[in-house]
C-alpha cells in the first residue's frame, strides 16, 4: 500500500505562482513514476505532468507546457509541481499519483493517488 499526501495549494492571483508538494510512504518511492492530475468543478480528472523514476524524463500536458515544472527528490520520498503565471484556469483540486511508467496520461493507468490540495486562482 502507498499513501500519498499533497501539500502546497491555496488562493493566489492570476500570474502568482505556487509550489505543490507530494509526499509518498508505504513503497520504495523511487520504484514508480509520478504523476499530478487536477480536477474542476463539474470536469474529469485530467493530466497536468508526469516524470519518470529517475526524474530524467518529464511529460506535461499542452495548457501547463512552459508555466509548470514537475520535480521529484527520491530521497525525500517527495515530488514537486512548480506553477508559475498561474490563470483562473487553473483552478482545482491537484491530485499526485503513482505509476508504472511515466508516459502514461490517463486517470487508469495510474494506481496510488493522494486526497488532493486545492488551488484557486482569482482574477
Known amino acids: 500500500q502507498v499513501q500519498l499526501v499533497e501539500s502546497g495549494g491555496g488562493l493566489v492571483q492570476a500570474g502568482d505562482s505556487l509550489r505543490l508538494s507530494c509526499t509518498s510512504s508505504g513503497r520504495t518511492f523511487s520504484n514508480s513514476a509520478m504523476g499530478w492530475f487536477r480536477q474542476a468543478p463539474g470536469k474529469e480528472r485530467e493530466f497536468v505532468a508526469s516524470?519518470?523514476?529517475?526524474?530524467?524524463?518529464?511529460y506535461y500536458a499542452d495548457s501547463v507546457k512552459g508555466r509548470f515544472t514537475i520535480s521529484r527528490d527520491n530521497a525525500k520520498n517527495t515530488v514537486y509541481l512548480q506553477m508559475n503565471s498561474l490563470k483562473p484556469s487553473d483552478t482545482a483540486v491537484y491530485h499526485c499519483?503513482?505509476?508504472?511508467?511515466?508516459?502514461?496520461?490517463?486517470?487508469?493507468?495510474?494506481?496510488?493517488w493522494g486526497q488532493g490540495t486545492q488551488v484557486t486562482v482569482s482574477s
Open positions: 499519483a503513482t505509476a508504472r511508467l511515466a508516459f502514461f496520461r490517463t486517470v487508469a493507468e495510474y494506481d496510488f
Open positions: 516524470i519518470s523514476r529517475s526524474g530524467g524524463d518529464t
